[in-house]
C-alpha cells in the first residue's frame, strides 16, 4: 500500500508518493523448511509449557477484567494512570514542515523500523539539491492516525530518495576504547550473614534433623 506525504522546504512544497520496502522486495530468493523426507515444512505454533502444537494461524483478541470479549474498535490508548492519550491524526493530505538538515548523529540515535522508496510527483530544486548533497532531513509521517509520534527520516543516495521511519534507540553506543565503569559494591551486602554463621546454622539444623 502507497501513502502520499507532502512536505515544505523552505517557501516551495514537494509531494511524494511512499512505497513501502519490503526484505521480499529486495531478496529473491526463499528459504524453505523440508522435514527428512524432504517434504515442505507449514508453520505451527507450541503452547507456552510446550505440551500442544497449534497448526495454522492464530488469533488474538481483547478482554475485558470480567473476561469478555472487547471489540478492537472500542479498545483506547491510555496512560499509567488511565487518561486517554491524544489520538495524533495522519499526515495523508496535511502539509509537513521539513525539519532540517539534520545532523548524521541524530538518524543514528533511532533504529529503523520501516523502509519507503520515495516517487517525487513534484520535488523543489533546492530540496532536490539538499538530498543530493547528502543531507538529511527530519519529517513527521503518520500512515494512519496514532497515539505516538515516531520521527521519520528523508535521504538520499546514487539509488533514490528514501523515507525512513524510525523509533528512538534505547542503547547506549560504546567504542572499543570506551572504559565501562563497573561497581562492584553489593548493597545486600550487609544484609548477607556471614559464611561462619551460616554453617554454624546449617550444622545446628542437620543436627536437629539427625535427631
Excluded at 509531494?15 to 528459504?31: D, E, G, K, Q, Y
Excluded at 541524530?106 to 533546492?126: F, R, S
Excluded at 543531507?135 to 530518495?161: K, M, Q, W
Aim: charged letters at 25%; aromatic letters at 8%.
Amino acid at each position: 500500500m502507497s501513502f502520499v506525504l507532502e512536505v515544505e522546504y523552505g517557501n516551495e512544497r514537494s509531494a511524494f508518493l511512499l512505497t513501502p520496502l519490503s526484505r521480499l522486495s529486495l531478496r529473491r530468493h526463499r528459504r524453505l523448511a523440508l522435514d527428512a523426507q524432504g517434504r515442505t515444512c507449514r508453520t505451527a505454533w507450541r503452547t507456552w509449557d510446550g505440551v500442544q502444537v497449534l497448526p495454522g494461524a492464530l488469533a488474538d483478541g481483547y478482554e475485558d477484567p470480567d473476561g469478555a470479549t472487547v471489540p478492537r474498535g472500542e479498545v483506547v490508548a491510555t496512560d499509567t494512570q488511565g487518561r486517554l492519550l491524544r489520538q495524533l491524526p495522519a499526515t495523508a493530505g496535511r502539509l509537513q514542515r521539513l525539519e532540517g538538515p539534520v545532523p548524521f548523529d541524530d538518524l543514528l540515535a533511532h533504529v529503523v523500523t520501516k523502509m519507503y522508496a520515495v516517487t517525487a510527483h513534484h520535488l523543489d530544486p533546492a530540496l532536490r539539491q539538499s538530498l543530493e548533497q547528502e543531507e538529511i532531513y527530519r519529517v513527521a509521517f503518520r500512515p494512519r492516525s496514532s497515539t505516538s509520534d515516531p520521527p521519520a527520516f528523508l535521504l538520499a543516495n546514487t539509488h533514490g530518495i528514501f523515507l525512513l521511519q524510525t523509533t528512538p534507540c534505547r542503547l547506549e553506543w560504546l567504542t572499543r576504547e570506551q572504559q565501562i565503569p563497573v561497581d562492584m559494591t553489593d548493597d545486600d551486602e550487609d544484609d548477607m550473614p556471614a559464611w561462619g554463621d551460616w554453617l554454624a546454622d546449617y550444622t545446628e539444623m542437620g543436627q536437629e534433623v539427625e535427631a
